[in-house]
């Protein structure tokens, strides 16, 4: 069985979101709690910085899909702005995400909820840890699955409620 985490934090934007100096600090302490031997003890902790869309994919979808195993622990930590879509659907911001003229983002500059969402699904791992540290991260459960299992998972569904921007939530 192998430990392995992989942590994302956003805090610089090239565009129209406002930075997050906070994200650092929090994935550099999760960091040391994960490979304290004492505490997480994790075998491989991976960090990565203010990625773009493409960089922030392919490390989520190697962290799930890369050789797993179904005894496998796998984390992903993403401290980021968490937008939704036109849709309401969630989407984690890059430092290249921009926003168009009503506010709405540029879907093509974020990383959808609904990816992570596949990459955890299509994963032979059966141990996984997803903390989102980011605004509308209760969104995330809309539309997953749980993968048949021996004992069922229950997802709660949360909604934002009212909030409509980015801007007046975080």
Known sequence: ?????????????????????????????MKRVLQNPHRGNFDAVSLLSNPSPTAMQ??????????????????????????????????L???????????QIFTATAVPASFIQSCMSRSRSRRQVLILDCCFSGAFAEGMQA????????????????IKSWASAC
């Not at 392919?58 to 849709?87: M, P, Q």
């Not at 911001?93 to 506010?103: I, N, P």
């Open 93 to 103: 911001a890059t430092r290249t995400t921009q926003l168009r003229q009503s506010g």
């Open 1 to 29: 069985m192998s430990k392995l985490a992989l942590l994302i934090e956003v805090s610089e934007y090239e565009a129209g979101l406002p930075p997050l100096p906070g994200a650092q600090r929090d994935v550099r302490a």
């Open 58 to 91: 392919l490390a989520i979808e190697t962290l799930f899909l890369e050789d797993r195993r179904k005894e496998d622990l796998i984390l992903l930590y993403i401290s980021s702005h968490g937008v939704r879509d036109d849709d309401g659907c969630l989407h």
């Open 147 to 162: 993968k048949s299992l021996e004992q069922p998972i229950a997802l709660l569904n949360q909604r934002s409620t009212g």
